[in-house]
């Protein structure tokens, strides 16, 4: 307001009858200029509180075009304004407009903006006052001035008081910002409406003439994007083209670390978008690497996204993995539980129920077959929500799962979690067996024992011989102990020839010498998954069926290679002995010269190596020795075997063979290697040959004699098999003669009825 300051402790002016009247026109020019003052007040505030109004509707109308703040900033700047109207309306409005105006006040007023009144308006109020009177002076002159004042206020113009120009200018600022307001109301009816809406808080955006969207929000109220630590994200933006709307030529994006570091960039403009075929223009930003949270904002035209948010989270991990096994009936196991990291191996047709628990809440998996091609059913759970579980069905090949989660930030593994499923698949019966105590050819009588061990990892249920006679069908004849679930069998029956059937006492087979048989020992399993059964096999074994005095003439050829064997053994060993005694006994002469010393050094290198050489071969005789003494025995065996044994035959060549030969090999060879070996340790320390060697070298001659003794029984068994093999020839010689009489009787018969 452009008046001068008025005293605010003045009083007002008093109703009362006055000792001197105060003059009419000076009575109402006071009274005009009270409300044209209280008027000025009046509009001055009004206009004060429009401009604080109108500014602050133009100015939260651009904040929130601009920015689109969060309906809690636009409650905190709607209660500044409101504050602040509220101080321009108490502060410029009702504490002046309510204000007491004193006529003395306004009497000052008017005299200091009226120099010609010469305080005679001053005067005359004072005059008037009954305060005042009794110091007053002369009434006829008081009377005069207030005749003056009268006078003088009727030329005086209330204009002068005023300053009209600041109230012109907020009316008008104020009277332009409401036009304004009513102006864009009335032609933007929409806009206008929009904002009284965000002006109640809505949360519905601005339209704008370009429109940019963030792909993979699908909601437009949403601001964080989850990125996988460490990975790179490319930022896709879409200008919208259609319904109006147009691409910004360029997007720029700004953004904030989380460490208070600023940046700016321009993002990459994808190809040209045209109207009808595309939905809009396409924008790229790549972040590489991205380890920790960032904020940006996208502009692009009249278009701003703020407060964007990439936050960083863990990828989706396996942290633990659990099958329960269900396995197959023929295994006989019981249900299991088997922890997995990355590989498990199942039997044959098990089933199996795989729990596995992720290190976050999943939202999708899935499981592919690469080798099938299919995906597997999977389930999530929902409480907890880390966890998943689908069922797996081992067959015969080996599979590869590749399992992919997305989790519920859409976070993806980034390759897929492999779990390798290797199917143990079921194996026949192992049967690692032989006969024993027989040879390639067996009489008809004969019993064939098997040694070795059949083997299967679940337990076998049946095992039995298969055999075949020359080329009949094959037949198989049962075991008399059945395993019985058993996964090692030791104990191998015997095939015995000569078996009869136990209710017609008749032989189950009737083989002839020249016949052939081939004979194999077979087992099964549990297995039951397929059609064909799973059987083990041992190989094949082809006997040959021969006659009695056959099989002694191979088993006498046998006995004759093992003699020249042991004839070899014998002459080694008498070497062995001679060796011994070439051994020198007298130590060095201590003053000998040079030459004597060199010989003497030469005949202790020359001892050295008789009596290494001896030792070594008493070591290889003696394994020698017991591979004889084992040969006579097989042959005792095979005859005990073939039933053609005698107990002459046996004592002649176990009990005067085979055991002294095996006495010889583990005992009296034995004590000869360990004297010589003694022998050799005495030599090394002392460096000269003053050594015991008198018992070594009886040992050996003990050693050769006994085997000198067992050569000769050889030698008598030999003539004692001639013998044999001489009457077997007189016997064949007597039986072919009697086929030939017997063929020359049949041909004489034949030939007397022809004569008939």
């Not at 009274?31 to 206009?47: D, F, H, K, M, N």
């Not at 191996?345 to 939202?363: D, I, M, Q, V, Y």
């Not at 992919?404 to 199917?423: F, G, K």
């Not at 390639?440 to 039995?464: C, H, K, R, S």
Request: negative net charge; proline residues 5%; glycine residues 6%.
């Amino acid at each position: 307001m452009a008046l001068t300051p008025i005293d605010e402790t003045c009083l007002t002016m008093s109703t009362a009858s006055l000792p001197i009247p105060i003059p009419k026109p000076v009575t109402r020019k006071v009274s005009l200029l009270r409300w044209l003052i209280r008027l000025y007040v009046l509009v001055e505030g009004i206009a004060s509180i429009l401009l604080v109004l109108g500014c602050a509707f133009w100015i939260g109308l651009a904040v929130d075009w601009t920015f689109e703040p969060v309906p809690a900033i636009r409650v905190a700047i709607w209660t500044f304004v409101m504050a602040l109207t509220l101080y321009v309306a108490v502060r410029f409005l009702v504490s002046r407009t309510f204000r007491r105006l004193p006529d003395s006040s306004l009497a000052l007023l008017l005299e200091r903006n009226c120099p010609e009144l010469d305080e005679s308006l001053i005067t005359t109020l004072e005059a008037a006052d009954r305060r005042r009177s009794s110091s007053l002076g002369n009434p006829q002159l008081l009377q005069r001035t207030g005749e003056v004042a009268a006078l003088q206020v009727r030329q005086i113009k209330l204009r002068r008081i005023f300053r009209f120009h600041p109230l012109l200018w907020k009316t008008g600022l104020a009277a332009t910002l409401l036009f304004s307001i009513l102006a864009f109301a009335f032609l933007q009816k929409d806009a206008f409406g929009f904002w009284i809406n965000r002006m109640a808080l809505s949360e519905v955006p601005w339209p704008r003439r370009v429109q940019l969207a963030v792909l993979g929000l699908e909601n437009p109220n949403q601001r964080i994007i989850k990125v996988a630590r460490d990975d790179d994200f490319e930022l896709q933006v879409n200008a919208s083209i259609l319904q109006g709307h147009v691409a910004p030529e360029q997007v720029e994006i700004r953004y904030r670390l989380a460490d208070g570091r600023r940046g700016r960039d321009t993002m990459t403009k994808v190809g040209e978008g045209l109207v009808g075929r595309d939905d809009g223009q396409r924008f790229t930003y790549s972040f590489r690497n991205v380890a920790a949270d960032l904020e940006f904002d996208l502009i692009g035209g009249d278009d701003r996204l703020r407060n964007l948010k990439l936050q960083v989270v863990e990828r989706p991990q396996i942290v633990s993995m659990l099958f329960e096994c269900e396995f197959p009936e023929y295994m006989q196991r019981s249900a299991q539980s088997i922890p997995v990291s990355g590989r498990i191996e199942l039997p044959e047709g098990s089933t199996a129920l795989c729990l596995a628990r992720a290190n976050k809440p999943l939202k999708e998996v899935s499981i592919y077959d690469p080798v099938s091609q299919q995906e597997l059913p999977v389930t999530v759970s929902q409480a907890p929500p880390d966890q998943f579980t689908f069922e797996l069905q081992s067959g015969l090949a080996d599979q590869v799962l590749l399992i992919t989660m997305r989790d519920s930030d859409a976070i993806q593994n980034r390759e897929p979690y492999r779990v390798v499923v290797s199917a143990i698949v079921d194996q026949p019966p192992e049967v690692s067996v032989l006969p024993r105590g027989i040879s390639t050819a067996v009489t008809p009588q004969a019993t064939i024992p098997f040694g070795g061990e059949m083997l299967d990892e679940y337990g076998m249920e049946e095992t039995w011989f298969e055999y075949q006679i020359d080329q009949a069908p094959p037949e198989r004849r049962t075991f008399a102990s059945q395993p019985a679930g058993r996964r090692r069998v030791t104990e191998i029956d015997r095939f015995d020839l000569a078996e009869t059937d136990s209710v017609s006492n008749q032989r189950l087979l009737s083989l002839q010498p020249g016949q052939q048989l081939t004979l194999s020992v077979k087992a099964r399993d549990a297995y039951n998954l397929q059609a064909e059964p799973h059987i083990g096999s041992s190989q094949r074994f082809s006997l040959d069926i021969v006659t009695t005095s056959e099989l002694r003439a191979l088993l006498e050829k046998r006995e004759l290679g093992l003699r020249q064997r042991f004839e070899a053994i014998y002459e080694k060993m008498v070497g062995t002995a001679e060796l011994l005694t070439r051994i020198e006994t007298e130590p060095a002469t201590p003053q000998a010269d040079t030459s004597e010393e060199d010989e003497q050094e030469r005949r202790r290198e020359r001892d050295r190596l008789r009596l290494s050489g001896a030792l070594q071969n008493v070591t290889q005789l003696s394994f020698e020795t017991l591979g004889v003494a084992d040969g006579f025995g097989d042959i005792v065996l095979e005859l005990m075997n073939n039933r053609v044994d005698t107990e002459e035959l046996r004592q002649r060549l176990e009990g005067g063979i085979a055991d002294p030969l095996r006495e010889i090999a583990t005992q009296q060879m034995t004590k000869l290697e360990s004297l010589l070996q003694q022998l050799e340790s005495s030599f090394a320390e002392q460096g000269d040959t003053k050594l015991p060697l008198a018992p070594a070298r009886a040992q050996a001659e003990a050693v050769s004699e006994a085997m000198k003794e067992v050569l000769d029984r050889m030698l008598e068994l030999e003539s004692y098999n001639e013998l044999v093999e001489l009457l077997r020839g007189i016997l064949d010689e007597q039986q072919q003669l009697e086929d030939k009489t017997k063929e020359l009787r049949r041909e004489k018969l034949k030939g007397l009825l022809d004569d008939e």
